[in-house]
C-alpha cells in the first residue's frame, strides 16, 4: 500500500524549535516530489512548499521562504519540516503529500503542531 | 500568488447536481491544464477527487467531474448523495515562481 505516515502531534513554546517528519512506503520514494500544505484551525488549504528526495531540489511558496525548512533522507525515505523558531501564529495542521502528475495523490494523515505559552 | 477563488458555499439536495467554481487569472488556471480537486470531510485528510482538469484517479466516482475554460475551472457532483456533503477545494499549478496556489475552499451541504 502507498501511504505517507506522518509523526504525531506536538505541543510547544513560541521561540522553540520544531522537526516533523513524514514517512512513505509503498512506492520509490526518491522518483515523486513531496510536497507540504498548512492548514490553520477552521482554515483552507496553503500551498508551503516541496522537495524531490532524489536529490533534495527544494522550492518554497513565496508566502514561507525563510520561514520553514523542507528537507529529505532518502535512505529513509523521509522528508521533513522544520521551524528554527516557533511562533503562535504557527499552530496549524501539516500535511504531506506525494506529487504526480500535477497533482497530489496520496496525502498524509497530518501533524498537528500547537504553539502556546 | 493569491488564492482561488470559490464559493463558500453551495448546497443541493439528494439526486441533484451541483457545481463548484474555482477562479484563478491568466497566470494559473489559465495557463495549465494543472488544475485538481480535493475532498475533506471534517477531521480528515483530504483526497484528491479530479486531477489535471477532468481526469479522476482510480476509485473515484464517476459522479465526480471537471472542466475548465478560460481562469475558472468547475467541479460538478451529480447525483448528489449524502456521503458528498464535505469541504472541496480546487488547486492550480501557477508556474516555477509559485508552483502552486489552493482555492478558498467550498462547503457542500446536502439538503
Known amino acids: 500500500e502507498v501511504q505517507l505516515v506522518q509523526s504525531g502531534a506536538e505541543v510547544k513554546k513560541p521561540g522553540e524549535s520544531l522537526k516533523i517528519s513524514c514517512k512513505g512506503s509503498?512506492?520509490?520514494?526518491?522518483?515523486?516530489?513531496i510536497g507540504w500544505v498548512r492548514q490553520m484551525p477552521g482554515k483552507g488549504l496553503e500551498w508551503m512548499g516541496i522537495?524531490?528526495?532524489?536529490?533534495?531540489?527544494?522550492r518554497y511558496s513565496p508566502s514561507f521562504q525563510g520561514q520553514v525548512t523542507i528537507s529529505a533522507d532518502k535512505s529513509i525515505s523521509t522528508a521533513y519540516l522544520q521551524w528554527s523558531s516557533l511562533k503562535a501564529s504557527d499552530t496549524a495542521m501539516y500535511y504531506c503529500?506525494?506529487?504526480?502528475?500535477?497533482?497530489?495523490?496520496?496525502w498524509g494523515q497530518g501533524t498537528m503542531v500547537t504553539v502556546s505559552s | 500568488q493569491s488564492a482561488l477563488t470559490q464559493p463558500a458555499s453551495v448546497s443541493g439536495s439528494p439526486g441533484q447536481s451541483i457545481t463548484i467554481s474555482c477562479t484563478g487569472t491568466?497566470?494559473?488556471?489559465?495557463?495549465?491544464?494543472?488544475v485538481s480537486w480535493y475532498q475533506q470531510h471534517p477531521g480528515k485528510a483530504p483526497k484528491l477527487m479530479i486531477y489535471?482538469?477532468?481526469k479522476r484517479p482510480s476509485g473515484v466516482s464517476n459522479r465526480f467531474s471537471g472542466s475548465k475554460s478560460g481562469n475558472t475551472a468547475s467541479l460538478t457532483i451529480s447525483g448528489l448523495q449524502a456521503e458528498d456533503e464535505a469541504d472541496y477545494y480546487c488547486?492550480?499549478?501557477?508556474?516555477?515562481?509559485?508552483?502552486?496556489?489552493f482555492g478558498t475552499g467550498t462547503k457542500v451541504t446536502v439538503l
Open positions: 489535471e482538469v477532468s
Open positions: 488547486c492550480s499549478y501557477a508556474g516555477s515562481s509559485s508552483d502552486y496556489v
Open positions: 491568466s497566470s494559473d488556471v489559465g495557463s495549465y491544464n494543472l
Open positions: 522537495i524531490y528526495p532524489g536529490d533534495s531540489d527544494t
Open positions: 503529500v506525494r506529487h504526480s502528475t500535477g497533482a497530489f495523490d496520496i
Open positions: 509503498g512506492y520509490s520514494f526518491t522518483s515523486y516530489w
